[in-house]
């Protein structure tokens, strides 16, 4: 059975038996240098093995590379191998061999190593109020089979899976709540499944988080850049955070200096209280809290009572009281927000999103659209308009920021004239503009424009005259005439006509061998002439195995270095022979010559012969090996009635067949052994090559 690991696992040791090639037992006495002992492994993907250099190990601790007997009395033959870190770095099968030592068996070892989306498919690590488990083991503990029961246990597999949302279960009993983090709580989205209710530490933080579809509770020290989605607020200390579409359902205390955005949120007719100075809650500076679109009673508390200067703006259809204990601050409402009971000294200002610096601070809404509007779409639209320019200011300096790296990025343009982005491309495209100066080195756009070289023909190095040599002597001009300059360049050139030109560059293509001398081989057979399709396989062992066909003429050539190769010839209707080569330099052996075997025994104008070579999956001549063909068809002649009548042939020795008596333009159908069928239209000659033809051994 393979071991188990985990893609990116460290400090892993694992322990192998050892067997006594020569009986069942374990072979003990081993340690990490003894002779000849070797510790290879090649994972799935790699092209080659790696080599494992052991080194010394205490038995139980992990050594990198570490090699330990344990106790050869009880254990006999058991070791300890501590694995590198990069045997387990990626997932797949890791296959590792143990051998080499004195009157040791090979060991071989299997590690099947799973990634994390294997061990974790959902893509979160699972909690439940429900379940009693603290286990950490990644891929064991934390799946939705095997939830932990808080978020601490939790926050820990996300530290080692790299996992970063957490799933919180409700389980049976939909009252009770899990605990979170013994630490700061951070860089984690966390989601409710059903009545999930997660209660949030005391004396820690939470940063970066995204809760959904939870009811939440707790009293953190500090609260930064955290999303509540579709979530049930309950008693809490609340800080700089992002509110959509949540419940209030109890008080929240405000953490001094904190900036809240709440979109789309209500309390039932139950009065909330929203209070902005809790004296037990750490922090310094006033708060600003935005609600857009509430619904439900608020009772408004402690603003500015240790002088900062704290803000809320609100819209929707709430109800405001605002306790006494409220010395100062400002409150904006929109039209719909009704004020109950003003008990306090706090500002009390009509929403007006519009009053913001810079050229619109005397518009209005009228003036915007064009008309008039509705109380409604006024309330409506301006809370919009609040949204977009509360940040309107840190907007603007990040995007004048934005524009300087993009500057910087392009380069140091002086920005006039022709020292623009512009004026650069004109430059690289148009001949006839002036040279940017900030473009520097020697470019022209008169002849460096890609308008100048595409008019030069594409080649901005060679002259007109050049050019028309050079098309002459590839006979490309389209002109007979020679060209008139007689300054001719002095150039090396073959001049050959087109159509040898395709056959030289078509065999210089098709030459292989990679070797630095041409040799050029030929094959005829006992009558002296010429084989074509004959091939030739030549081979050097542990260094060359290419194989070459004979063209029309018996030739083919082939590129190889000094050296002595066996060529084994081979042609349908011969018999195939082995011949001894030697490379000297450019080499042309004499003509290797192969028996003609095709005899036939029926002739005549009508008649013809086919034949072929049978090799095995090695390439070699195989005998014994049954062709069938039948007649399928006829030639279209009228006055003949043909005999569809079987014809067999069998290989020779040398995996020759052929078979007589094919009558001139039939179809047959011919099978090699139970291979399937070919079709072969004989044709108007006294002897035809049989169709290519597949078929396996039995």
């Known amino acids: 059975m393979p071991f188990k690991a985990i893609a990116g696992e460290t400090n892993r040791i694992i322990r192998v038996f ?33 080599t494992i250099n052991l080194v010394t190990a205490t038995e139980g601790t992990y050594t990198s590379s570490g090699f330990v007997e344990l106790n050869s009395s009880t254990l006999p ?9 990069a045997v387990l770095s990626t997932a797949g099968t890791v296959d590792l061999m143990l051998q080499g030592a004195t009157d040791m068996a090979p060991c071989p070892i299997k590690i099947e190593v799973r990634g994390i989306e294997e061990l974790y498919p959902d893509g979160c690590i699972w909690a439940s109020e429900d379940v009693s488990n603290t286990g950490t083991t990644v891929g064991v503990d934390g799946t939705i089979g095997n939830p932990v029961e808080d978020i601490a246990t939790a926050m820990t597999l996300v530290a080692s899976t790299g996992i970063r949302k957490i799933k919180v279960t409700s389980g049976e009993n939909s009252e009770s709540y899990i605990s979170g983090p013994s630490a700061d709580l951070e860089d984690v989205d966390i989601e409710g499944v059903g009545n999930a209710w997660i209660l949030l530490a005391s004396s820690y933080e939470v940063n970066r988080v995204r809760f959904s579809n939870l009811k939440i509770s707790g009293y953190p020290d500090d609260m930064s850049n955290v999303l509540f989605e579709d979530c049930q607020i309950d008693s809490c200390y609340l800080g700089s955070s992002t509110l959509r579409r949540c419940e209030i ?100 200002t009509p929403y007006s999103p519009l009053s913001f610096e810079g050229s619109v601070a005397n518009a209005n809404l009228t003036q915007i659209m064009g008309s008039s509007l509705t109380q409604d779409q006024g309330g409506r639209l301006a809370e919009n308009f609040s949204v977009l320019f509360t940040n309107g200011s840190a907007l603007a300096t990040a995007t004048l920021d934005h524009l300087s790296n993009v500057k910087d990025r392009i380069g140091a343009f002086t920005g006039s004239g022709i020292n623009t982005v512009l004026g650069f491309f004109q430059a690289l495209l148009r001949k006839d503009v002036s040279i940017p100066s900030d473009i520097g080195g020697t470019f022209d756009p008169s002849t460096d424009s890609l308008e100048a070289i595409q008019e030069a023909g594409g080649i901005t190095d060679w002259t007109v005259n050049e050019r028309e040599q050079i098309r002459y002597r590839l006979k490309m001009d389209g002109d007979t005439d020679a060209p008139t300059d007689t300054d001719l360049p002095e150039v090396n050139v073959v001049q050959i006509e087109a159509t040898d030109a395709t056959d030289q ?36 062992s542990g260094e060359t195995d290419i194989v070459r066909t004979t063209d029309v003429n018996g030739e083919a050539i082939a590129y190889l270095d000094n050296g002595t190769y066996s060529v084994n010839v081979t042609a349908p209707g011969h018999d195939g022979d082995s011949f001894s080569l030697v490379v000297s330099g450019a080499t042309t ?27 095995d999956e090695d390439g070699d001549g195989e005998d014994g090996v049954v ?17 569809m009548a079987e014809k067999t042939g069998t290989s020779s020795g040398g995996g020759n067949i052929s ?17 399937d069928e070919e079709r072969i239209e004989v044709p108007d000659a006294p002897t035809f090559q049989l169709p290519e033809m597949l078929r396996t051994d039995s």
Request: hydrophobic share 30%; charged share 15%.
């Open 18 to 50: 050892i067997q006594d090639d020569s009986s069942l037992s374990g072979l003990t006495g081993l340690v990490y240098n003894s002779s000849g002992l070797a510790l290879n492994y090649t994972k799935e993907g790699d092209s080659s093995e790696t």
């Open 77 to 85: 033959g058991v070791y300890e191998i501590g694995l590198p870190s």
């Open 249 to 348: 359902t109890a008080s929240l205390d405000l953490i001094k200096g904190s900036q809240i955005v709440a979109r789309d949120c209500f309390s039932d007719y139950s009065r909330r209280t929203l209070d902005f100075d809790t004296p037990s809650i750490p922090g310094t500076g006033g708060s600003t809290v935005r609600l857009y679109n509430y619904a439900g009673n608020l009772e408004i508390r402690g603003m500015d009572t240790v002088g900062s200067d704290d803000t809320l703006q609100i819209t929707g259809t709430a109800e405001l009281t605002i306790n006494s204990d409220c010395l100062g601050g400002t409150i904006e409402y929109s039209p719909g927000v009704s004020i109950g009971n003003n008990q306090g000294s706090a500002t009390l």
């Open 505 to 540: 560059l078509a065999t210089l293509i098709d030459a292989p061998g990679g070797g630095a001398n041409t040799v050029n081989l030929s094959v005829e057979n006992d009558s002296a002439a010429a084989v074509e399709g004959a091939t030739l396989r030549i081979i050097k």
């Open 589 to 615: 052996p004499s003509a290797y010559v192969i028996d003609l075997t095709i005899t036939p025994t029926q002739t005549g104008p009508t008649i013809s012969t086919g034949y072929a070579f049978v090799h």
């Open 627 to 643: 062709c069938t063909c039948r007649l399928t068809d006829g030639s279209g002649d009228a006055g003949y009635g043909r005999d």
């Open 659 to 675: 078979i007589d008596g094919f009558l001139r333009g039939c179809v047959y159908m011919c099978k090699l052994g139970d291979g």
